[in-house]
């Protein structure tokens, strides 16, 4: 483990952060076809939407670490952890915005902004990748 680049762990809890808004936010947009098909989704059991809405702020919020992280372990240059600070400002404040007011269009809005969220990321990353750098 100690040689195993810090990349596919970096690049691994990016996709554990990201996936908690994202599905959740999925899950409150369709939270009656979860329950008229039995699953047992948060927000089917959240009428509500705090429980959601702070799972989604609480994951859009660990999510603002992930550039830094990648930044500290010598993954991508210091411009990544710029662009991954605008990227997760959008997430924070569409996740404040439905934490707010849980309604269906601030949980797309969620959705949406996690659909953008992750690829450019990730763009981001490789194009700052110091690892790229150093094979040049």
Do not use: I
């Not at 600070?85 to 601030?106: I, M, V």
């Amino acid at each position: 483990l100690a040689a195993t680049p810090a990349e596919p762990y970096l690049l691994a809890g990016a996709l554990y952060l990201w996936q908690f808004p994202h599905f959740f936010a999925l899950a409150w947009v369709h939270k009656t076809d979860y329950s008229r098909g039995g699953y047992a989704m948060v927000p089917v059991r959240d009428p509500t939407g705090l429980r959601t809405s702070g799972l989604v702020a609480r994951y859009a919020a660990y999510s603002s670490l992930f550039p830094f992280a990648a930044v500290a372990a010598g993954a991508a240059g210091p411009m990544f952890a710029v662009e991954g600070c605008a990227l997760n400002a959008a997430l924070a404040y569409s996740a404040y915005r439905f934490r707010r007011k849980r309604t269906t269009e601030n949980a797309r809005t969620v959705f949406r902004v996690t659909l953008a969220y992750l690829p450019l990321l990730l763009f981001f990353m490789l194009l700052h990748s110091e690892r790229l750098k150093r094979a040049d």
